[in-house]
């Protein structure tokens, strides 16, 4: 089973930063881009605003498994 998003860490406006990555892994938001373009974390997806990428999880029913749902660390 790929890894899954556990954990974020946000800036002073709410944007994540970092990620932790199962149960203990921390990488910056860049990391994780790069990790979901070379399909190393399945269930996410990566969209561009204003030519800054970031991570969203794939369209499911469950809310829990929403990034912005995960605890911040």
């Given amino acids: 089973m790929a890894p899954r998003i556990t954990g974020r ?17 921390v990488v910056t938001r860049a990391e994780a881009v790069r990790m979901v373009e070379d399909d190393k974390l399945a269930g996410y997806h990566t ?16 809310e829990s498994d929403n990034i912005d749902n995960q605890p911040l660390i």
């Fill in 9 to 25: 860490r946000e800036n002073d406006s709410g944007g994540n930063t970092h990620y932790r990555i199962g149960p203990s892994k």
């Fill in 47 to 62: 969209v561009k605003i204003n030519d800054v990428k970031y991570l969203r999880d794939n369209p499911d029913k469950r």
